[in-house]
T-cell receptor, first 109, second 115 residues
Framework: QKEVEQNSGPLSVPEGAIASLNCTYSDRGSQSFFWYRQYSGKSPELIMFIYSNGDKEDGRFTAQLNKASQYVSLLIRDSQPSDSATYLCAVNPGNQFYFGTGTSLTVIP | DTAVSQTPKYLVTQMGNDKSIKCEQNLGHDTMYWYKQDSKKFLKIMFSYNNKELIINETVPNRFSPKSPDKAHLNLHINSLELGDSAVYFC??????????????FGSGTQLSVL
């Protein structure tokens, strides 16, 4: 299994703050990167994907990719209690999807 | 209308039993997967099928046998269940396995409890 590492947390932020989630990966051949959100008892749901170095914004979410550093992050602006979930980083080196262990995020009202 | 559906949602059984989980996708995808998620939320790939053919088998005990009758279905049969098999099993699908720009879509999961 290819290595994808995340800080398991838990990460707690106050409502309205920016939550920053980080992920590193070991396979330099990885080409696409994904962030999934998983609520307790539910299946993972795709919220962001990024293929090129730099930032990609979608609403309150920004994904950042640095292939040289083998690093991908997710920023959640104006965090809401409904953002409380586990966030899974996934990496596809070309033939498979490998997941990190997830970061548990709690947004405190 | 569910894109990736799997049944049953819950499965409680005794050690040593044999059980099956079924999965179907209506997204027209070519590739289907089985993932196992442990209590620490780690999602580990078990199998990957592309157009009914096995392409990935990640060191899974041979008590686990996937079967794909067509590209829209991927079932998982487990023989001689063990306590350590207790986990949530997710079926997933993506379009054209082998390309890096495709997204993965999950079923709702099957919570397997082995007593």
């Amino acid at each position: 299994q290819k290595e994808v590492e995340q800080n398991s947390g838990p990460l707690s932020v106050p409502e309205g703050a920016i939550a920053s989630l980080n992920c590193t990966y070991s396979d330099r051949g990885s080409q696409s990167f994904f962030w999934y959100r998983q609520y307790s008892g539910k299946s993972p749901e795709l919220i962001m994907f990024i293929y090129s170095n730099g930032d990609k914004e979608d609403g309150r979410f920004t994904a950042q990719l640095n292939k040289a550093s083998q690093y991908v992050s997710l920023l959640i602006r104006d965090s809401q209690p409904s953002d409380s979930a586990t966030y899974l980083c996934a990496v596809n080196p070309g033939n498979q999807f490998y997941f990190g262990t997830g970061t548990s995020l709690t947004v405190i009202p | 209308d569910t894109a990736v559906s799997q049944t049953p949602k819950y499965l409680v059984t005794q050690m040593g039993n044999d059980k099956s989980i079924k999965c179907e996708q209506n997204l027209g995808h070519d590739t289907m997967y089985w993932y196992k998620q442990d209590s620490k939320k780690f999602l580990k790939i078990m199998f990957s099928y592309n157009n009914k053919e096995l392409i990935i088998n990640e060191t899974v005990p041979n008590r686990f046998s996937p079967k794909s009758p067509d590209k829209a279905h991927l079932n998982l049969h487990i023989n001689s269940l063990e306590l350590g098999d207790s986990a949530v099993y997710f079926c997933a699908s993506s379009q054209v396995g082998g390309r890096s720009y495709e997204k993965l879509f999950f079923g709702s999961g099957t919570q397997l409890s082995v007593l």
